[in-house]
């Protein structure tokens, strides 16, 4: 429940109090108390299938309502006009505490952990945000559940408790979350960019508050924060000021009727008096910037070891509506950053990369508000450019003063409208919940305009109106275009004058500089220093003249013009029908909203005529029919010889003209080869190919084409994506720059060289830099890190890549690269809008491009090349006894600076039974809420607090993870409450009644039923399948059809064997990341001489990284104080992934359908899948493929 600073929101439109009358709103009926219902015409996805219905309610809420029978997930969001710009002056971050105190306790549903509990009990999650000016709350979960979790939701603003214990407790969650934002550069930079800020602006405010704001300093002033929480609430918490979102299969009268029964029950602004919209304060009233200051430069000490120099120009609009409403739709920021931040052949990166002084640009519209906008352009610095940065910034505004003097060509506003549009027109359904939060959170910059809700923001308009692009065929005039966005776009380039800029520089080299001593700021600690710029600099930079080598884009040539979908007529109007069918009917469509049990149809009245018929108890989970259970049709294998393994499938079910392209060459790591020198060679060899690309490659990813180069412990895979029209084309170049590299690495790797500074050295810098960012991650991820080193095969330590990565010359990253696409097998798969003979044709145009030597069968590598997991000791029985029942490591966190400790409870389950996986996923769903409502919201003992499953290489394992500020805990406290709460919850798990359990086993059914949200969802987990050597396309369907067995009593007699401090088969693994004290220090030290043996971090950095002794370690149990490879090399490896067969025909599925079919009709339910295995997931391979960070 965090609050997200930078989370960006566009300007508002007008801001009308109520939705006029002319609109195209009427009343359902006469009565004065009716809602009010958007008769006219919202821009919808030109082939979205859902139903939509813009209401608003008697009290002035508005809602957006989609209706979407085939969806498996609901999902609401809403939207509170309120931010942190409305904290009173001396309680700051009040609007992000009120967010977190929201979720605990209402007066209808008053325990603290009601919602996120029957959440996870039908697999749900919620989370909020607070921003400058609103405050957004959302939720998913199962469309069986849809109804109660939104009427729970609704008391948030109904009537929520703001008890005096939760308050006095919330308040440091609120502390930890600022705690863990402390060594983050992205807050740091932004509080620094307040420096220019009016101080009577609320922009100067801090919005995540702290424990001296909210506790501390008004303790000493006589306030009490929870009479400000409900005097907060009460003022701002109205009904005219929210905006709904809601998604589900239910109807659209059904949801209408449930909104209205829960929503209006929200108290309106205007039963007391008419409350102003909050900006209303400050908007046109006060300046955001002081018009008196000058230009100014100011230096920053990063936490990471990053090189940048960032440009900022605020523009002020005030409380101009005509103004706001055309920066809201007709985005001229978009042209100007497509601009400068291009990065294809005469661009600005270009030409600085050329020049040796630049990596990478980002430009952007940076923050906003009602009342103004800030535009910004990051150069990332190599060490050349850090020394001449004001030659950098001449250059940019240099290519600043062409756009002023000269006309943008009308082909780059056509060009961005039409790659606007085609985006639009193939726009992916996506998650509920991702829709809601973006609606909910547009409706108050567009309350007079309904139409716009969905597409505002998502497309390029012509006008203020809202006019969209009538095709995404090329402009023949000038009017298509629309000529106030030209009129805005040039009023924004004059608006980018040196005089108006903020200049901020950011290098880890300033620390040298005795002048950083002299700033700090207050809040996050950074050190600065500021200067005014130069009257003759800001002089040059106005009369900056352009390079030759700098130009407008070219036309891209990489936009699709054909987009047709590549299946005969009758076929595809065959499967249009269907798609609308499925569009229109699924699981879900039917079920009732008046709920059962425990719901909201036990509490509150009928949902009126349209649900009278509906009143018979709903089944605990939806009704599948046979299309809903049936597998996706799976690839099927085209093509299998010496050469090359391909699997194809040619889309009928999305119709889109898109496709996915996966291409893995698999090599064997050769005995005695260094991993640590493997993965650093195979990082550079990426970052040089995409150096190398960039130019290409940026067009086909305007163009909606992209690409992805990695070499690690499996081999080298390719991957390539988007618009089939453009496609081979793409892939094309692509493989002529990979299959080339003897040609141009070498080369390109020493240009530069005769002024000092080869690109070669470029390149090392940005990894070097990369790696160093690793020390800054949080103590949780510095706690996986070390889990990954206790049990993975092929994970080479952070210090020796590091090591590894300064030997690398560019005589050896050639040998590298020379010998990946020699002795290697090869397979495939294209996915999508290709026919099978253009699939193989594509296939063999990257084989022949890559140039393959020698190429071996897929079936000679057993196993594949592939991550695997030593299985950990089982804990003694005499170490079940003490505090922490588990092998442990604990280490000083990599950050010196790091104020925060965490620890990672690991409990592996050493088995591949398909039972056993799904086990540890309902026992993971189960004791997630629990776990965190104990740890974080009782305990407060911070606010990283997660427990979950995980299946990495196909082995289950659970984890429980916690992180605390210094003084609250330390790593070794938080294990120790880690395992006091799995000794209590195990009799809390036998104490269930069979029917919970059945909640959450239901849940996790119909997630594994869950269809994918688009082909490039379906194309990644095929290729899964294929990557593992698996090919269990069916693995879902048959999981959902185990879970039908499962009870109670396979969970607790799982628990006992795995999971009880006190079980036989209990391999636990501990992590403690320790911050830096000086008692911690001192004992690493110690300890560090007493092993006389060389740290596993980085000597120089002091301690960083160092191991340190377990203080409270059980009897019995290991602490890992020593060498992690000396411990691996004493563990036995578990099992590889199952070998599988590759899908010949579509008819292969049949079997498991069948199968599944029949547990549904009796013939199989109670029948267990003995013996079955359990099969990767996306995030396994994520997990799989992840070496060092």
Same mark, same amino acid.
């Given at each position: 429940?965090?609050?997200?600073?930078?989370?960006?929101?566009?300007?508002?439109?007008?801001?009308?109090?109520?939705?006029?009358?002319?609109?195209?709103?009427?009343?359902?009926?006469?009565?004065?108390?009716?809602?009010?219902?958007?008769?006219?015409?919202?821009?919808?996805?030109?082939?979205?299938?859902?139903?939509?219905?813009?209401?608003?309610?008697?009290?002035?809420?508005?809602?957006?309502?989609?209706?979407?029978?085939?969806?498996?997930?609901?999902?609401?969001?809403?939207?509170?006009?309120?931010?942190?710009?409305?904290?009173?002056?001396?309680?700051?971050?009040?609007?992000?505490?009120?967010? #977190?105190?929201?979720?605990?306790?209402?007066?209808?549903?008053?325990?603290?952990?009601?919602?996120?509990?029957?959440?996870?009990?039908?697999?749900?999650?919620?989370?909020?945000?607070?921003?400058?000016?609103?405050?957004?709350?959302?939720?998913?979960?199962?469309?069986?559940?849809?109804?109660?979790?939104?009427?729970?939701?609704?008391?948030?603003?109904?009537?929520?408790?703001?008890?005096?214990?939760?308050?006095?407790?919330?308040?440091?969650?609120?502390?930890?979350? #600022?705690?863990?934002?402390?060594?983050?550069?992205?807050?740091?930079?932004?509080?620094?960019?307040?420096?220019?800020?009016?101080?009577?602006?609320?922009?100067?405010?801090?919005?995540?508050?702290?424990?001296?704001?909210?506790?501390?300093?008004?303790?000493?002033?006589?306030?009490?924060?929870?009479?400000?929480?409900?005097?907060?609430?009460?003022?701002?918490?109205?009904?005219?000021?929210?905006?709904?979102?809601?998604?589900?299969?239910?109807?659209?009268?059904?949801?209408?009727?449930?909104?209205?029964?829960?929503?209006?029950?929200?108290?309106?602004?205007?039963?007391?008096?008419?409350?102003?919209?909050?900006?209303?304060?400050?908007?046109?009233?006060?300046?955001?910037?002081?018009?008196?200051?000058?230009?100014?430069?100011?230096?920053?000490?990063?936490?990471?070891?990053?090189?940048?120099?960032?440009?900022?120009?605020?523009?002020?609009?005030?409380?101009?509506?005509?103004?706001?409403?055309?920066?809201?739709?007709?985005?001229?920021?978009?042209?100007?950053?497509?601009?400068?931040?291009?990065?294809?052949?005469?661009?600005?990166?270009?030409?600085?990369?050329?020049?040796?002084?630049?990596?990478?640009?980002?430009?952007?519209?940076?923050?906003?508000?009602?009342?103004?906008?800030?535009?910004?352009?990051?150069?990332?610095?190599?060490?050349?450019?850090?020394?001449?940065?004001?030659?950098?910034?001449?250059?940019?505004?240099?290519?600043?003063?062409?756009?002023?003097?000269?006309?943008?060509?009308?082909?780059?506003?056509?060009?961005?409208?039409?790659?606007?549009?085609?985006?639009?027109?193939?726009?992916?359904?996506?998650?509920?919940?991702?829709?809601?939060?973006?609606?909910?959170?547009?409706?108050?910059?567009?309350?007079?305009?309904?139409?716009?809700?969905?597409?505002?923001?998502?497309?390029?308009?012509?006008?203020?109106?809202?006019?969209?692009?009538?095709?995404?065929?090329?402009?023949?005039?000038?009017?298509?275009?629309?000529?106030?966005?030209?009129?805005?776009?040039?009023?924004?380039?004059?608006?980018?004058?040196?005089?108006?800029?903020?200049?901020?520089?950011?290098?880890?080299?300033?620390?040298?500089?005795?002048?950083?001593?002299?700033?700090?700021?207050?809040?996050?600690?950074?050190?600065?220093?500021?200067?005014?710029?130069?009257?003759?600099?800001?002089?040059?930079?106005?009369?900056?003249?352009?390079?030759?080598?700098?130009?407008?884009?070219?036309?891209?040539?990489?936009?699709?013009?054909?987009?047709?979908?590549?299946?005969?007529?009758?076929?595809?109007?065959?499967?249009?029908?269907?798609?609308?069918?499925?569009?229109?009917?699924?699981?879900?469509?039917?079920?009732?909203?008046?709920?059962?049990?425990?719901?909201?149809?036990?509490?509150?009245?009928?949902?009126?005529?349209?649900?009278?018929?509906?009143?018979?108890?709903?089944?605990?989970?939806?009704?599948?029919?046979?299309?809903?259970?049936?597998?996706?049709?799976?690839?099927?294998?085209?093509?299998?010889?010496?050469?090359?393994?391909?699997?194809?499938?040619?889309?009928?079910?999305?119709?889109?003209?898109?496709?996915?392209?996966?291409?893995?060459?698999?090599?064997?790591?050769?005995?005695?080869?260094?991993?640590?020198?493997?993965?650093?060679?195979?990082?550079?060899?990426?970052?040089?190919?995409?150096? #190398?690309?960039?130019?290409?490659?940026?067009?086909?990813?305007?163009?909606?084409?992209?690409?992805?180069?990695?070499?690690?412990?499996?081999?080298?895979?390719?991957?390539?994506?988007?618009?089939?029209?453009?496609?081979?084309?793409?892939?094309?170049?692509?493989?002529?720059?990979?299959?080339?590299?003897?040609?141009?690495?070498?080369?390109?790797?020493?240009?530069?060289?005769?002024?000092?500074?080869?690109?070669?050295?470029?390149?090392?810098?940005?990894?070097?830099?990369?790696?160093?960012?690793?020390?800054?991650?949080?103590?949780?991820?510095?706690?996986?890190?070390?889990?990954?080193?206790?049990?993975?095969?092929?994970?080479?330590?952070?210090?020796?890549?590091?090591?590894?990565?300064?030997?690398?010359?560019?005589?050896?990253?050639?040998?590298?690269?020379?010998?990946?696409?020699?002795?290697?097998?090869?397979?495939?798969?294209?996915?999508?809008?290709?026919?099978?003979?253009?699939?193989?044709?594509?296939?063999?145009?990257?084989?022949?491009?890559?140039?393959?030597?020698?190429?071996?069968?897929?079936?000679?590598?057993?196993?594949?090349?592939?991550?695997?997991?030593?299985?950990?000791?089982?804990?003694?029985?005499?170490?079940?006894?003490?505090?922490?029942?588990?092998?442990?490591?604990?280490?000083?966190?990599?950050?010196?600076?790091?104020?925060?400790?965490?620890?990672?409870?690991?409990?592996?389950?050493?088995?591949?039974?398909?039972?056993?996986?799904?086990?540890?996923?309902?026992?993971?769903?189960?004791?997630?809420?629990?776990?965190?409502?104990?740890?974080?919201?009782?305990?407060?003992?911070?606010?990283?607090?997660?427990?979950?499953?995980?299946?990495?290489?196909?082995?289950?394992?659970?984890?429980?993870?916690?992180?605390?500020?210094?003084?609250?805990?330390?790593?070794?406290?938080?294990?120790?409450?880690?395992?006091?709460?799995?000794?209590?919850?195990?009799?809390?798990?036998?104490?269930?009644?069979?029917?919970?359990?059945?909640?959450?086993?239901?849940?996790?059914?119909?997630?594994?039923?869950?269809?994918?949200?688009?082909?490039?969802?379906?194309?990644?987990?095929?290729?899964?399948?294929?990557?593992?050597?698996?090919?269990?396309?069916?693995?879902?369907?048959?999981?959902?059809?185990?879970?039908?067995?499962?009870?109670?009593?396979?969970?607790?007699?799982?628990?006992?064997?795995?999971?009880?401090?006190?079980?036989?088969?209990?391999?636990?693994?501990?992590?403690?990341?320790?911050?830096?004290?000086?008692?911690?220090?001192?004992?690493?030290?110690?300890?560090?001489?007493?092993?006389?043996?060389?740290?596993?971090?980085?000597?120089?950095?002091?301690?960083?990284?160092?191991?340190?002794?377990?203080?409270?370690?059980?009897?019995?149990?290991?602490?890992?104080?020593?060498?992690?490879?000396?411990?691996?090399?004493?563990?036995?490896?578990?099992?590889?992934?199952?070998?599988?067969?590759?899908?010949?025909?579509?008819?292969?599925?049949?079997?498991?359908?069948?199968?599944?079919?029949?547990?549904?009709?009796?013939?199989?339910?109670?029948?267990?899948?003995?013996?079955?295995?359990?099969?990767?997931?996306?995030?396994?391979?994520?997990?799989?493929?992840?070496?060092?960070?």
């Amino acid at each position: 429940l965090g609050l997200m600073g930078g989370f960006r929101r566009p300007p508002p439109s007008v801001a009308a109090p109520s939705v006029a009358a002319e609109t195209g709103e009427k009343d359902l009926d006469e009565s004065s108390k009716s809602s009010k219902v958007f008769e006219g015409e919202i821009q919808t996805f030109p082939r979205d299938l859902r139903q939509y219905r813009a209401v608003t309610l008697p009290n002035g809420l508005q809602a957006l309502l989609v209706s979407d029978p085939s969806a498996d997930r609901a999902a609401g969001a809403l939207a509170v006009r309120v931010g942190y710009f409305s904290d009173p002056e001396d309680l700051p971050g009040l609007a992000h505490f009120c967010e #977190h105190m929201l979720f605990l306790g209402t007066k209808k549903y008053p325990d603290e952990s009601s919602f996120e509990g029957f959440l996870a009990k039908n697999g749900g999650s919620s989370n909020a945000f607070t921003d400058k000016e609103q405050t957004c709350y959302f939720f998913d979960v199962s469309p069986t559940a849809f109804a109660e979790a939104t009427d729970r939701f609704s008391q948030f603003f109904v009537a929520p408790l703001f008890t005096p214990s939760a308050v006095g407790r919330e308040v440091n969650a609120i502390d930890s979350e #600022h705690a863990k934002n402390l060594q983050s550069d992205g807050w740091r930079l932004q509080e620094i960019q307040k420096l220019r800020v009016n101080p009577d602006h609320p922009l100067k405010k801090f919005g995540t508050g702290n424990l001296q704001t909210l506790r501390d300093e008004p303790k000493k002033k006589g306030l009490n924060p929870r009479d400000a929480l409900l005097d907060f609430h009460q003022q701002y918490y109205v009904s005219d000021h929210m905006a709904l979102c809601l998604s589900s299969p239910s109807s659209l009268d059904e949801m209408q009727t449930l909104v209205e029964r829960s929503f209006n029950q929200i108290r309106s602004a205007s039963e007391d008096s008419q409350v102003p919209f909050p900006e209303e304060k400050w908007a046109g009233k006060v300046n955001v910037f002081d018009p008196d200051t000058r230009p100014m430069r100011v230096d920053i000490l990063p936490v990471k070891d990053a090189r940048q120099v960032t440009l900022n120009w605020a523009f002020e609009c005030g409380a101009d509506p005509l103004l706001q409403r055309r920066l809201e739709l007709l985005k001229g920021w978009d042209y100007i950053g497509h601009l400068l931040g291009h990065e294809g052949e005469g661009s600005l990166l270009s030409y600085l990369k050329k020049n040796g002084l630049a990596t990478a640009i980002v430009a952007g519209e940076e923050d906003d508000a009602k009342d103004f906008q800030v535009f910004s352009l990051s150069v990332s610095l190599t060490p050349l450019g850090l020394q001449e940065v004001e030659a950098v910034v001449e250059t940019v505004f240099a290519y600043v003063n062409m756009l002023k003097k000269q006309k943008i060509p009308l082909y780059v506003y056509d060009e961005c409208q039409r790659l606007s549009e085609l985006g639009w027109s193939f726009t992916e359904k996506g998650e509920p919940q991702d829709l809601a939060v973006s609606v909910a959170t547009k409706i108050h910059d567009l309350r007079e305009k309904p139409e716009l809700w969905l597409s505002a923001g998502r497309r390029l308009f012509r006008d203020s109106e809202g006019t969209p692009r009538d095709s995404v065929a090329p402009a023949k005039q000038k009017t298509e275009i629309g000529s106030e966005v030209v009129e805005l776009t040039e009023q924004l380039i004059q608006a980018l004058n040196p005089a108006s800029m903020m200049m901020i520089v950011a290098s880890k080299d300033f620390a040298s500089d005795p002048s950083f001593l002299d700033q700090k700021e207050p809040i996050y600690g950074t050190r600065y220093r500021t200067s005014l710029l130069a009257n003759d600099f800001v002089s040059s930079l106005n009369k900056a003249t352009l390079p030759k080598e700098l130009s407008f884009p070219k036309p891209n040539d990489l936009i699709p013009s054909d987009l047709s979908i590549r299946l005969p007529a009758q076929t595809l109007q065959e499967k249009e029908e269907q798609r609308r069918k499925r569009g229109t009917i699924g699981r879900f469509a039917n079920i009732p909203l008046n709920g059962n049990g425990d719901g909201i149809g036990d509490t509150r009245q009928p949902m009126g005529a349209t649900l009278q018929a509906a009143r018979s108890p709903l089944p605990s989970v939806p009704v599948e029919t046979e299309d809903d259970l049936k597998p996706f049709p799976a690839p099927i294998l085209i093509k299998d010889d010496a050469a090359v393994r391909v699997h194809h499938r040619q889309d009928d079910r999305w119709l889109v003209p898109k496709a996915s392209v996966y291409l893995q060459l698999f090599k064997p790591l050769p005995e005695g080869r260094d991993i640590a020198e493997r993965t650093a060679l195979a990082r550079m060899l990426s970052l040089a190919l995409r150096d #190398h690309l960039t130019e290409f490659s940026y067009e086909g990813t305007l163009a909606g084409l992209g690409f992805d180069f990695n070499a690690d412990i499996m081999g080298a895979s390719m991957s390539l994506g988007g618009f089939t029209d453009k496609l081979k084309k793409f892939a094309e170049g692509v493989g002529d720059a990979v299959g080339s590299m003897e040609s141009w690495l070498l080369e390109e790797s020493r240009s530069g060289a005769e002024e000092g500074n080869p690109k070669f050295e470029r390149w090392r810098d940005v990894l070097r830099r990369e790696f160093s960012a690793f020390d800054t991650l949080p103590p949780y991820a510095h706690a996986k890190y070390w889990a990954g080193q206790a049990y993975y095969t092929e994970r080479p330590d952070i210090a020796s890549v590091r090591a590894a990565l300064e030997k690398i010359t560019p005589e050896s990253l050639l040998a590298f690269a020379k010998t990946l696409p020699d002795d290697s097998a090869c397979e495939a798969l294209v996915e999508g809008n290709v026919p099978k003979d253009e699939a193989l044709s594509l296939v063999e145009t990257l084989r022949r491009r890559l140039k393959l030597k020698r190429p071996k069968s897929i079936d000679s590598l057993d196993p594949r090349p592939q991550q695997r997991i030593f299985e950990l000791p089982k804990v003694k029985a005499e170490a079940t006894k003490g505090k922490i029942a588990a092998t442990s490591i604990r280490r000083l966190s990599f950050n010196p600076e790091e104020t925060n400790s965490a620890s990672r409870l690991t409990l592996q389950i050493a088995s591949r039974d398909e039972k056993d996986v799904l086990s540890a996923q309902l026992i993971g769903d189960i004791v997630s809420t629990p776990f965190y409502d104990e740890l974080r919201t009782k305990q407060q003992l911070g606010y990283i607090v997660q427990a979950a499953a995980a299946t990495p290489t196909g082995i289950p394992e659970l984890y429980f993870i916690a992180q605390s500020k210094t003084g609250v805990s330390d790593a070794e406290g938080l294990a120790e409450r880690t395992e006091e709460f799995l000794k209590q919850f195990g009799a809390r798990l036998k104490k269930m009644q069979e029917k919970d359990v059945k909640v959450y086993i239901d849940a996790l059914r119909q997630k594994k039923l869950e269809k994918p949200k688009d082909l490039t969802e379906e194309a990644s987990r095929d290729f899964t399948e294929i990557l593992t050597g698996t090919y269990d396309f069916d693995r879902k369907a048959r999981q959902a059809q185990t879970l039908l067995s499962m009870r109670k009593a396979d969970l607790v007699a799982f628990w006992d064997r795995f999971i009880s401090p006190g079980a036989p088969e209990r391999r636990a693994l501990a992590v403690l990341v320790e911050a830096h004290t000086p008692q911690t220090d001192g004992r690493a030290k110690k300890l560090e001489q007493q092993l006389m043996t060389a740290s596993t971090g980085e000597t120089e950095k002091g301690t960083a990284g160092l191991p340190l002794p377990v203080e409270h370690l059980s009897k019995g149990a290991i602490d890992l104080t020593g060498d992690l490879e000396d411990f691996k090399k004493s563990l036995p490896l578990l099992p590889p992934w199952p070998k599988g067969k590759p899908r010949l025909s579509d008819g292969s599925s049949e079997s498991a359908f069948s199968s599944v079919l029949a547990s549904l009709t009796g013939d199989g339910a109670a029948k267990r899948a003995g013996g079955a295995t359990a099969t990767a997931d996306v995030e396994d391979i994520r997990d799989l493929r992840e070496l060092t960070s």
